[in-house]
């Protein structure tokens, strides 16, 4: 196969408000490089977030597709494997938080949005890293597989550092996050109660794997407390009503994953005082958890539900950012390349 090294191929950038075209050129590999060839990127919100403030880094995390060529000291891919990945993109390996595991919390990381600007999954090729890209199991396809690279990795997070088997846990919103959140909890063993303000997504939410639904605006219904709530929409709830023991028990854990964070988190003090509850913020999984998340997802068929777009230049970004302000994907937004 002949060496890509020089290749020019499109990037996406958002420049002075519009999503626009570039150039990136494909390098020589260094030994840890992966590069893979893009079949499918999901457009994750945080696409949008990034756009709207007018970062202009190249767009898109959340890529799948299939190898094209790998580093001289890559042992775990090879040419013509499928890969995914593109939020996650490297860290030191030594620190403490490497060492243990929680290498996303490496002072020396490398993520979507902070560094590698110019390589994003909005495009022909990404390029990455040995142990940051992940291969794709049997039983995944490249479509599922993509939203699975933010999404999954950070409703899977949450959910594997605070719920265990036959935990009740409540997941607030039916969304990009919470549609995967419900998926992974259920299979997971734990008893799941959603809160969400469409009552015509009660049966879709069962259908997920819910065991009861609630209405956002009437958490007091629920027919016992939960001991965590993932919070996955875009909007706070009212805190008052869910910092009740008959809603969230004593000693529960509240995971904010979605919500906005530009402005404050406020709770009532003496609630979580009194009876003991807990905030705990969670990003994406570390590489161990990404790649168990991929074959939990792969051995328990929980799959993302899709719209997917061919992909034909920066309008086809644009539209699905206009989707996404106008809350009109259901539930990830995928680019078929």
């Given at each position: 196969?002949?060496?890509?090294t020089g290749t020019?191929?499109p990037?996406y950038?958002?420049?002075?408000g519009?999503v626009t075209?570039?150039?990136a050129t494909i390098?020589?590999?260094?030994?840890?490089?992966?590069?893979i060839?893009i079949?499918h990127s999901?457009v994750c919100?945080?696409d949008?977030?990034f756009?709207?403030?007018?970062a202009?880094?190249?767009?898109g995390?959340?890529g799948?597709g299939?190898?094209e060529?790998v580093?001289?000291a890559?042992?775990?891919?090879k040419?013509?494997?499928?890969?995914?990945?593109?939020?996650?993109?490297?860290?030191?390996?030594?620190c403490?938080y490497?060492?243990?595991?929680?290498?996303i919390?490496?002072?020396e990381r490398t993520?979507?949005?902070?560094g590698?600007?110019?390589n994003?999954t909005?495009?022909?090729y990404?390029?990455?890293?040995?142990?940051y890209?992940?291969?794709i199991p049997?039983?995944l396809?490249?479509?599922d597989?993509?939203p699975?690279q933010?999404?999954g990795?950070?409703?899977?997070?949450a959910?594997?550092?605070t719920v265990?088997p036959?935990?009740r846990?409540?997941?607030i919103?039916?969304g990009?996050?919470?549609h995967?959140?419900i998926?992974?909890?259920?299979?997971?063993?734990?008893?799941v109660?959603?809160?969400s303000t469409?009552?015509?997504?009660?049966q879709e939410?069962?259908?997920?794997?819910?065991?009861?639904?609630?209405?956002?605006t009437?958490p007091e219904?629920?027919?016992?407390?939960?001991s965590t709530?993932?919070l996955?929409?875009?909007?706070?709830p009212?805190?008052?009503k869910?910092l009740?023991?008959?809603?969230?028990?004593?000693d529960?854990?509240i995971?904010?994953?979605?919500?906005?964070?530009?402005g404050p988190?406020?709770?009532?003090?003496?609630?979580?005082?009194?009876d003991?509850y807990?905030v705990?913020?969670?990003?994406?999984a570390?590489r161990a958890?990404h790649?168990?998340?991929?074959d939990?997802?792969a051995?328990?068929?929980?799959?993302?539900?899709?719209?997917?777009?061919?992909?034909?230049g920066?309008?086809?970004?644009s539209?699905?950012f206009?989707?996404l302000?106008n809350?009109?994907?259901?539930?990830?937004?995928?680019?078929?390349?």
């Amino acid at each position: 196969m002949a060496s890509l090294t020089g290749t020019e191929y499109p990037i996406y950038r958002t420049l002075e408000g519009k999503v626009t075209a570039d150039k990136a050129t494909i390098p020589e590999l260094g030994p840890n490089d992966v590069l893979i060839r893009i079949t499918h990127s999901g457009v994750c919100y945080t696409d949008y977030e990034f756009s709207r403030f007018g970062a202009p880094l190249a767009m898109g995390h959340e890529g799948a597709g299939i190898v094209e060529a790998v580093g001289s000291a890559v042992t775990t891919l090879k040419p013509g494997d499928r890969a995914g990945g593109g939020f996650h993109k490297s860290s030191c390996g030594k620190c403490n938080y490497c060492l243990t595991g929680r290498d996303i919390q490496c002072y020396e990381r490398t993520i979507y949005g902070f560094g590698d600007y110019n390589n994003g999954t909005f495009g022909a090729y990404y390029l990455g890293k040995e142990g940051y890209v992940h291969k794709i199991p049997e039983g995944l396809s490249n479509e599922d597989a993509a939203p699975l690279q933010c999404a999954g990795a950070t409703v899977y997070q949450a959910l594997m550092e605070t719920v265990k088997p036959r935990d009740r846990v409540g997941i607030i919103g039916i969304g990009g996050l919470g549609h995967l959140a419900i998926q992974f909890a259920a299979k997971m063993g734990a008893d799941v109660v959603v809160f969400s303000t469409s009552k015509d997504k009660e049966q879709e939410a069962i259908g997920f794997g819910a065991s009861e639904f609630v209405l956002l605006t009437e958490p007091e219904k629920v027919k016992a407390p939960v001991s965590t709530l993932i919070l996955t929409g875009n909007k706070y709830p009212d805190w008052t009503k869910f910092l009740q023991i008959n809603v969230l028990a004593r000693d529960g854990t509240i995971v904010p994953l979605a919500a906005p964070t530009h402005g404050p988190l406020s709770f009532p003090a003496d609630k979580l005082f009194w009876d003991s509850y807990h905030v705990r913020s969670s990003l994406v999984a570390s590489r161990a958890q990404h790649a168990d998340m991929l074959d939990f997802a792969a051995r328990n068929k929980v799959k993302p539900v899709t719209q997917v777009r061919k992909f034909e230049g920066a309008e086809t970004i644009s539209a699905v950012f206009r989707d996404l302000e106008n809350n009109k994907v259901r539930y990830r937004a995928v680019l078929e390349f």
